[in-house]
């Protein structure tokens, strides 16, 4: 049982790195250059839910500013 918990963790955390890294993406192709604070922030958030919700945030956004105000509502959100 340790094993299958192990790999569900080990799932669940690649899920969010590759949610992670899909949001810079948009993000990047949309506005350029990201800045670090956005980074940080979007490290700090652990729900897969809320990074797939940010996504897209990320897609519709009308600038960086707007999808970093979303994003500091999340980050001030607990996570469920």
Do not use: C, H, N, Y
């Amino acid at each position: 049982q340790g094993l299958q918990q192990g790999l569900q963790q080990g799932l669940q955390q690649g899920l969010q790195q590759g949610a992670l890294r899909m949001i810079l993406t948009v993000l990047r192709a949309r506005f350029g250059k990201v800045p670090r604070r956005v980074q940080q922030a979007l490290q700090q958030v652990q729900s897969l839910e809320q990074l797939e919700a940010l996504s897209a945030v990320a897609a519709s956004a009308v600038d960086i500013e707007a999808f970093e105000q979303a994003l500091q509502q999340v980050v001030q959100q607990p996570s469920s």
